[in-house]
């Protein structure tokens, strides 16, 4: 079980740094993921949950070394669930390289994930289709080939209500074809969209780039009105917007949704609403390590204004607001996780992901959990090839009340399985949970999930 590098430095260096310069890091929800980077976000809502796709930053990188894609996803916009890769350069056998900024759609019960990669026999950019029939995957290549390429990247797909599929790309052009409904196939010529100051802003001492417009379209439609949210400018990049009437324009240039923050000389825009609200997702380098190629996705919650304007928008450690609580009476995965110290995710025996590579001190915080009238016990999924350890249950923080503390034995193997339980007291109302992990020295053990029981359920 060798310890990959990234969780060892975000247990020191976050502990050490985000404590002394940011006190009020450790309950701090942005970025989202904090186990692995992640980049490049595109929000998918679906069946009352938000489906959070992403690429993924080696660790220790120098350029844009992506291998794989990411999936999260959440019901409260704060705790986030983490289901591993689903997508990788792997899937799609003619590509080599680049597995960089896509998108999802659903359609006709499956889901489409559009992105661009390196042809290996063009070694040019190219838009590769994935398809599944779950939000969380397995993908496969949906038709073999690329579906587009110009040596272009940063496929955005817009479903409008008449059934009728956009797919737009383009760095250092912006593109569009219109998807047959088989959502793997076009119809009509590759289209340019003419980048005119008017439509996408004027940009200043780049004679080859004279608009805003740099890359990551993200298209959608908001009371009949189309929407082009975009990295403009580089580098570094902001986030601008333009607006329309129709899919293919004519596009006015808006302004800025997100000026230039972050400690990351990209961004890249994706805009959802949910549960009432509306969501600006984005990246920065704000993890320990974090860096221009070693990105996170962040998330915050806006209002339009009344004129459908998008107001200007600020990077926070916060994030958004919680829209659900949390039930800790039905099973919650372990890698459900508000905030995280020192813990990755893997591939669970069991299905599924567990989290592990645990040490001594480690935690995960859990947002917003209901616990009603109270809590009597606990139950956890655990395996160690090692001695095993403690499962804390802190309230408020990680050295918060001690709610219960359950023993973890030794199981023999990192993915043998046994559910250990122990008595809880003073879990009431709805609190954030802390499970902190202790033991000796060296990984303790591995969770696969959680559960309490209560004389009442809330
Ligand atoms: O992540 C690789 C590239 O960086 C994306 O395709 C661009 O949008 C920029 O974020």
């Known amino acids: 079980m060798p310890r990959k590098p990234f969780a060892g430095m975000l247990c020191t260096v976050a502990v050490l740094l985000l404590s002394a310069v940011l006190p009020t890091a450790a309950r701090a929800d942005n970025p989202i993921v904090q186990t692995v980077y992640t980049a490049d976000p595109a929000p998918l809502v679906y069946n009352g949950r938000v489906y959070l796709y992403t690429g993924h930053d080696e660790d220790n990188s120098t350029y844009f070394t992506m291998k794989e894609w990411r999936v999260y996803s959440s019901a409260d916009m704060v705790n986030w669930t983490d289901h591993g890769s689903p997508m990788s350069l792997g899937t799609f056998s003619w590509a080599s390289a680049n597995a960089w900024a896509g998108q999802v759609v659903a359609r006709n019960g499956r889901f489409y994930w559009y992105v661009p990669v390196t042809n290996r026999a063009t070694g040019r950019m190219a838009i590769g289709v994935g398809v599944a029939t779950s939000p969380t995957g397995p993908f496969t290549d949906a038709i073999g080939r690329p579906l587009a390429e110009n040596g272009e990247i940063d496929p955005t797909v817009f479903l409008d209500d008449d059934g009728q599929a956009h797919l737009y790309w383009g760095n250092p052009n912006l593109w569009y074809v219109r998807l047959n409904p088989d959502m793997i196939s076009y119809s009509g010529a590759v289209t340019q969209i003419p980048l005119t100051t008017s439509g996408f802003g004027t940009r200043t001492g780049n004679a080859g780039r004279p608009t805003l417009y740099e890359e990551g379209p993200w298209v959608y439609k908001r009371n009949g009105l189309y929407y082009n949210v975009f990295a403009a400018k580089c580098c570094s990049e902001f986030i601008g917007y333009s607006t329309a009437p129709g899919p293919t324009g004519p596009w006015t240039y808006r302004g800025t949704v997100m000026p230039t923050q972050g400690s ?41 204004d009344t004129d459908g304007t998008i107001p200007a928008i600020n990077m926070t450690t916060s994030g958004a607001p919680q829209v659900a609580t949390l039930n800790p009476f039905v099973r919650q995965e372990a890698e459900t996780i508000a905030w995280s110290s020192g813990v990755e ?103 696969n999930w959680w559960q309490f029981a209560g004389a009442s359920m809330r």
């Open 345 to 447: 995710t893997e591939r669970s025996g069991e299905g599924g992901m567990n989290v592990g590579y645990l040490d001594n001190g480690d935690y995960i915080k859990v947002k917003g959990v209901a616990f009603g009238t109270g809590a009597t016990s606990f139950s956890a999924r655990v395996a160690s090839a090692a001695a095993g350890g403690r499962i804390e249950l802190r309230l408020g923080s990680a050295t918060g009340t001690l709610a219960g503390t359950c023993t973890v034995p030794a199981t023999g193997g990192w993915q043998i399985w046994t559910t250990v339980s122990c008595p809880v007291s003073a879990a009431t109302g709805t609190r954030d949970l802390y499970l902190r992990f202790t033991g000796g020295s060296g990984y303790l053990f591995n969770l």
């Open 264 to 304: 990351s000389f990209t961004n890249h825009p994706a805009v959802i609403d949910f549960n009432g609200g509306s969501y600006f997702f984005y990246h920065n380098g704000a993890l320990p390590g974090g860096g221009g190629y070693t990105r996170s996705v962040a998330v915050e919650r806006f209002s339009y």
